[in-house]
């Protein structure tokens, strides 16, 4: 199964401080909505995934994003001076994934240069917490994507989603 692959890859990684079931739902949220891109648009023949774990994000007890509750604002401080709400998480570490004929496999780098590049953040601790906002940027495209996740009673499910460049936000 393409999830316990992915959870392989992943697993050394993590922490007993990070939910491995989180991670796992967060992949397969990607993988669809990647699969549900892929249908509606003309992207890119290559399609790359990389996910990755981030525990220093920009003041996340002052910024929110109201959502269903509220979530802390998935930012951070890679490419950006000073504050700004699209900066991007730094990842700790992360694992890359090649969409090839449909099956997402690991691989060591990025190969050709019309691409589709998704970049996935998801907090660190999360074990530790009911509730994670993920940030995804979908490149070539510059388009973010938040993902806001719940946890009850030990099951995660996806509680919001807020796609930052599309007209209706």
């Not at 979530?71 to 700790?92: I, K, M, Q, Y």
């Not at 495209?141 to 936000?169: H, M, T, V, Y």
Request: proline share 5%.
């Amino acid at each position: 199964m393409i999830a316990d692959h992915f959870l392989d890859t992943v697993k050394p990684h993590l922490t007993s401080d990070d939910d491995p079931l989180l991670w796992e739902l967060v992949w397969k949220t990607l993988v669809a909505e990647a699969s549900a891109l892929t249908s509606l648009e003309k992207l890119p023949t290559k399609q790359f995934l990389k996910i990755g774990c981030c525990s220093h994000w920009f003041r996340p007890h002052q910024s929110r994003w109201t959502a269903n509750g509220g979530f802390a604002w998935p930012s951070g401080w890679h490419n950006v001076a000073g504050f700004s709400h699209r900066g991007l998480p730094e990842l700790d570490w992360s694992v890359l994934y090649e969409n090839v004929g449909g099956v997402w496999q690991s691989v060591e780098k990025f190969g050709g240069k019309d691409r589709l590049e998704i970049r996935v953040s998801i907090p660190a601790r999360t074990a530790r917490h009911n509730q994670a906002a993920i940030h995804s940027q979908w490149m070539p495209q510059n388009q973010l994507i938040f993902f806001g996740f719940r946890k009850e009673d030990d099951k995660w499910s996806l509680a919001a989603r807020l796609d930052l460049d599309s007209p209706s936000n």
